[in-house]
């Protein structure tokens, strides 16, 4: 049984309760680790020697806060099997997925803002013969990072580097569900010799651990990846005390493809936009909208591709789909389906829970489902499933679709099939996400923008961005 330990002033240690929480590997249904259940205590441990660190870390030169991130980034790609292994036993997500996406980019993500920093610069103003002006961007302090099971430790330090690299100390809180590569980030922390208490990770309940960071008063920025109705308890905890706030929340993204759209691709790229990572990505195109008269085309050769996914055996490289990342879950995609027949979806394929023999047997899998038949507005449509499950509609033209696509109360991703350019750039213009994909899916460039609109959150991250909000801006004005 592995034991999870917290991260806290440069060491390892339980929860201060003595409390532990049964980890399940989704794939077996199995108790294989154990968590420790932190409260506030804990928290606020971690919080204190945050505070402590935060004048060491941020007086040191962005080169040498640089270096610790890059020594990270190796030693992550290092251990690159082993972190994969722990990635898809952890959350049920496929091995080969963890290997070839989640632990790359988790090292990516220390290398490219500890590069990234040593180029960060602030602007000047300059007022004709009167004054210039410049704007200091300090580091703000002690940050709170919370991130979610789905791409554990992928998003984890997507939040993490860049308010390292700015020069914050931080205090960060991995799901519940999926703390397990976390905790080995914590050792290779302590390997490269990061100063104690420049990061502290706190595992346990997001009641307990996640709602103490947002509370506690020394923490002044949080950075929240997760469902849209937590991010709401989180806004209404920390907007009255002014915290600054990057929520990035809940998808439904539509995917929409033109009947002048390169077929092939447009099919083999809806594949991976609706099951990868079984559906539980947050920029997973869960509505697929087809021009009527290449519809029954697209429907077909999609289909017959999504019957020939396999599922199984995450550790199995020939398995496209692992398994759901826990019963709750698995329990609410079934629910969403139920509902779906109720308003009158035909599923064209899927819509079983799939029940392996042996090992397997209490794992939590799901077939991949395609629903037909149901209007825009329907439930279905416009709440975040968050699984294996997508819609197929057909529709007449331009104005309709964005109609369709823009309806729900999200706006995080969409992707555009067509080759005509102008209207890629007029219907790109209209939809209401904050990331656009024209004739592509997930193409991650992460220098680029990426959050949401409406009730996909507030804020965005890469890039400069995240280094600014990372910062406090200050004006100074010197007159000439
Ligand atoms: P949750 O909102 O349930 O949890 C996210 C994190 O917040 C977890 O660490 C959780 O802890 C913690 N948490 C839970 N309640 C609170 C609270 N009251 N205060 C503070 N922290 C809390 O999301 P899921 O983990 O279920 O992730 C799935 C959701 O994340 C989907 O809606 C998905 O769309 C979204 N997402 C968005 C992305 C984006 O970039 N926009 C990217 C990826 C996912 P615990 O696990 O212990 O409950």
Wanted: hydrophobic share 40%.
């Amino acid at each position: 049984m592995i034991q999870i330990k917290n991260y806290i002033n440069g060491t390892l240690v339980d929860a201060i309760s003595n409390q532990r929480l049964n980890n399940i590997a989704p794939a077996t249904g199995k108790v294989y680790s154990q968590l420790p259940d932190s409260d506030e205590r804990d928290v606020a441990a971690a919080t204190q020697a945050a505070k402590n660190a935060f004048s060491i870390w941020s007086s040191l030169s962005a080169e040498k806060r640089g270096d610790y991130l890059t020594q990270i980034s190796k030693k992550i790609l290092e251990k690159l099997e082993f972190f994969a292994q722990a990635e898809s036993m952890d959350s049920g997500k496929p091995l080969w997925l963890a290997k070839q996406t989640d632990i790359p980019r988790a090292a990516s993500n220390f290398k490219f803002f500890g590069t990234g920093i040593q180029h960060f610069a602030s602007e000047s103003h300059y007022m004709e013969e009167t004054a210039i002006n410049y704007t200091l961007r300090r580091p703000i302090g002690v940050a709170g990072c919370i991130s979610p099971w789905n791409l554990p430790l992928y998003l984890f330090t997507w939040k993490i580097a860049p308010a390292l690299a700015a020069g914050n100390t931080v205090v960060a809180k991995p799901s519940e569900l999926t703390p397990l590569t976390a905790f080995y980030l914590s050792e290779i922390c302590i390997e490269v010799g990061l100063p104690a208490g420049v990061l502290n990770i706190v595992h346990g309940l997001g009641a307990k651990v996640g709602t103490a960071i947002v509370k506690h008063p020394e923490i002044p920025v949080i950075s929240f990846t997760g469902g849209t109705k937590t991010g709401e308890e989180i806004a209404r905890t920390a907007g009255p005390m002014f915290k600054k706030l990057s929520l990035e929340l809940g998808g439904k993204n539509p995917y929409i493809v033109f009947n002048d759209a390169t077929l092939e691709d447009a099919v083999n790229t809806a594949i991976r936009a609706s099951f990868t990572n079984q559906g539980q990505i947050c920029l997973c195109g869960s509505r697929l909208f087809v021009q009527r008269d290449i519809y029954e085309t697209f429907k077909n050769e999609y289909l017959k591709k999504v019957k020939a996914l396999r599922v199984g055996n995450p550790a199995d490289d020939k398995n496209f789909m692992g398994a759901l990342v826990s019963k709750q879950h698995l329990e609410k995609i079934e629910s969403y389906v139920q509902l779906a027949k109720e308003e009158g979806g035909i599923i064209l394929t899927g819509g079983n829970r799939i029940q392996f023999p042996g090992e397997l047997s209490e794992g939590y899998f799901y077939q991949p489902t395609v629903i037909e038949g149901l209007s825009f507005q329907c439930r279905t449509n416009q709440e975040e499933i968050f699984g294996p499950v997508v819609t197929i509609q057909p529709f007449d033209t331009e104005e309709e679709v964005i109609e369709y696509a823009n309806s729900t109360s999200y706006g995080l991703a969409s992707s555009i099939w067509t080759n005509d350019v102008k209207r890629a750039h007029r219907v790109a213009e209209k939809i209401k996400t904050g990331i656009v994909w024209i004739n592509c899916w997930m193409l991650r460039d992460l220098r680029t923008p990426f959050g949401g609109m409406k009730s996909s959150g507030v804020g965005r991250e890469g890039g400069w961005e995240a280094l600014r909000f990372f910062t406090e801006p200050k004006n100074v004005c010197i007159k000439l």
